[in-house]
């Protein structure tokens, strides 16, 4: 609808992202991005759509209910940062909810306007050593991953002295769930199956070749994850190959800020994906956030690279690439074991990929599987939970998903993120008769169990 002032309220029209414009002078210029802010800002005080999705909105939205003029004027700058440090780019604001985002003239991006915020505060030097280390997600895991140091790792991280000790030094919050450290990779285990799939099967926008890159956590702290994708997609003669070296997808500095950084890893891993593009692979990825990586943060960071723009347009969800097949006929459904109920929790960085419930309607073709769909934000969200200063507020985002799991009582609870699979858990109480709460586990491992593989 056009009003009076011939500006057009409501998101008719699929939004259109804006490329990141990082490397520009303004870009960083303090008193112009505080400006944006209060713009941006006082958009959304008028507007409010948004104050149950995080904890950045409420910060802003108490302050200004608090302040003697009601009105953002009435707002301690300091405040502006506060609702920065809640963002950890979900994107979920600016996906399902403004109806402000590009073309509105209005021009909202929250997020991006979050990160840019971020941008500055790392160019500043402002990050601690604690977020610099969390976000080293591979340096992490190949230290921590080293046969026995993985062993000590972990035992210490299961002691309440050794969290204790963590939460002190770096302010790791004592009850959070720490990934485990494995030293068998989970590039070495999916390289065992891989590769078997010899009479290969193009299917609508798919080759019937994936690359499968393993993402840092799938290869250090959830190994089973990518080895259930190469055991499911070589069942369904999908051939796999395991990309042969990569580095971080660049989400976890993206979200502190670090743009440098993140266009490091992006030309190292570039070159060698669009090579596999060019020789006829897909490319999957097990973990939400890294697809998402690649399928837009990258592309809009770097517009006019055409080698991101050709991974991009080859890059899939997991499950995305399963039901193109399943729709030419070449998904199997041979499956020998039912699931039974399932509770499916869908991530953020998973919804805004707008491709629907992919991982639900493979998990629907398997006999005797009702699967319940949890469409909330779990908590998790990157390192957010983990830091002691967030871990109330993450608990509180993600309460309503714990509560709904505990109440459901299913056979089986799971998200296509490990970690908010493990977030999840962190509020869950253990079942009659039961000592401890029972672990979530990722839907490719569902899938390959009801495989009976
Ligand atoms: S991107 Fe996510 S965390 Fe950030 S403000 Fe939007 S909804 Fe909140
Ligand atoms: S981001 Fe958009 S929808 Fe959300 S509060 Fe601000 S203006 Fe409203």
Request: one cysteine or more; a neutral charge; glycine letters at 6%.
């Amino acid at each position: 609808m056009t009003g009076e002032t011939g500006i057009r309220e409501g998101s008719l029209q699929a939004p259109s992202r804006h490329p990141l414009d990082w490397r520009s002078a303004e870009f960083t210029d303090e008193a112009a991005l505080e400006k944006e802010l209060e713009r941006v800002f006082d958009i959304c005080h008028g507007c409010r759509r948004c104050f149950s999705l995080c904890n950045s909105f409420p910060t802003l939205f108490d302050a200004i209910d608090a302040s003697e003029t009601l009105e953002l004027d009435g707002v301690d700058k300091k405040v502006y940062w506060d609702v920065v440090d809640h963002c950890y780019l979900c994107d979920m604001c600016f996906m399902t909810k403004c109806p402000y985002v590009p073309p509105h003239p209005w021009n909202i991006d929250f997020p991006h306007l979050m990160l840019r915020a971020k941008h500055v505060q790392h160019k500043k030097g402002e990050h601690s050593f604690r977020d610099k280390l969390l976000s080293n997600t591979r340096g992490l895991g190949s230290i921590a991953g080293i046969p026995v140091v993985a062993e000590v790792v972990n035992a210490v991280n299961a002691t309440r002295v050794g969290r204790k000790l963590l939460e002190s030094t770096l302010g790791v919050d004592a009850t959070a769930p720490i990934p485990k450290f494995h030293s068998t990779t989970g590039s070495k285990r999916a390289r065992k199956l891989a590769g078997k799939t010899q009479d290969v099967k193009p299917a609508g926008p798919t080759s019937g070749k994936v690359a499968l890159f393993v993402t840092c956590y799938g290869d250090r702290n959830e190994p089973h994850m990518p080895e259930d994708l190469t055991a499911v997609f070589e069942h369904n003669g999908v051939a796999v190959k395991v990309v042969e070296k990569e580095k971080c997808c660049g989400m976890p500095k993206l979200e502190l800020g670090d743009l440098e950084t993140v266009e490091k890893y992006k030309n190292f891993n570039i070159p060698q994906l669009k090579k596999l593009v060019d020789e006829g692979y897909d490319i999957v990825a097990p973990i939400p956030s890294c697809v998402l990586m690649f399928k837009q943060e990258l592309p809009l960071m770097f517009p006019d690279d055409a080698d991101v723009q050709a991974v991009k347009a080859k890059i899939f969800d997991p499950f995305e690439y399963l039901m193109h097949r399943h729709k030419a006929g070449l998904l199997r459904t041979d499956f020998t074991q039912k699931l039974g109920k399932v509770s499916y929790h869908v991530p953020c960085h998973l919804r805004v990929q707008n491709i629907g419930l992919k991982t639900r309607d493979v998990l629907r073709l398997v006999p005797d599987t009702t699967v319940e769909v949890i469409e909330r934000c779990s908590g998790h969200n990157g390192t957010y939970a983990v830091k002691k200063e967030f871990r109330a507020a993450s608990v509180k985002i993600g309460r309503p998903v714990m509560n709904r799991v505990q109440g459901a009582n299913p056979e089986h609870y799971s998200s296509d993120c490990p970690m908010a699979g493990h977030q999840i858990q962190s509020g869950l109480a253990p079942h009659e008769g039961e000592t401890s709460p029972r672990s979530p586990e990722h839907p490719m491992t569902l899938i390959r169990k009801a495989y009976g593989l």
